[in-house]
């Protein structure tokens, strides 16, 4: 069983940059595909980008693509999410989520997709 824990989170402002991470524990972190997604008050959780298991592929929503990069290091076990350019659009709770899939896999959107779940961490933008 894998347990996801996100870090990063934090008060910021308008423009400013800010890197999440994602440490797995647990065996097999290479066999999972991994995902961020958000939620923000009184919104349902949304999809913003995943990473396929050898890091080749990588999907965004498009409110965020060109200013997220997913981003991933095996040996480490953990994931990352670089976000520049933040606005107060981007405040929300933001959560990783791991995906055991297979290698040829194309990366999953979908939240219905993924076995394990962070606690989340909290990105809060002001303006």
């Known amino acids: 069983q894998l347990q996801l824990v996100e870090s990063g989170g934090r008060l910021v402002q308008a423009g400013d940059s800010l890197r999440l991470s994602c440490t797995a524990s647990g065996p097999s972190f290479f066999y999972y595909a991994m995902g961020w997604f958000r939620q923000a008050p009184g919104k349902g959780r949304e999809f913003v980008a995943t990473i396929t298991r050898n890091g080749r592929s990588t999907v965004y929503a498009d409110s965020v693509k060109g200013r997220f990069t997913i981003s991933r290091d095996n040996d480490k076990k953990t994931s990352y999410l670089q976000m520049n350019s933040l606005g107060p659009e981007d405040t929300a709770q933001y959560y990783c989520?791991?995906?055991?899939?297979?290698?040829?896999?194309?990366?999953?959107?979908?939240?219905?997709?993924?076995?394990?779940w962070g606690r989340g961490t909290q990105v809060t933008v002001s303006s």
């Open positions: 989520a791991a995906d055991r899939t297979i290698l040829t896999a194309p990366p999953s959107i979908s939240e219905a997709d993924y076995d394990y």
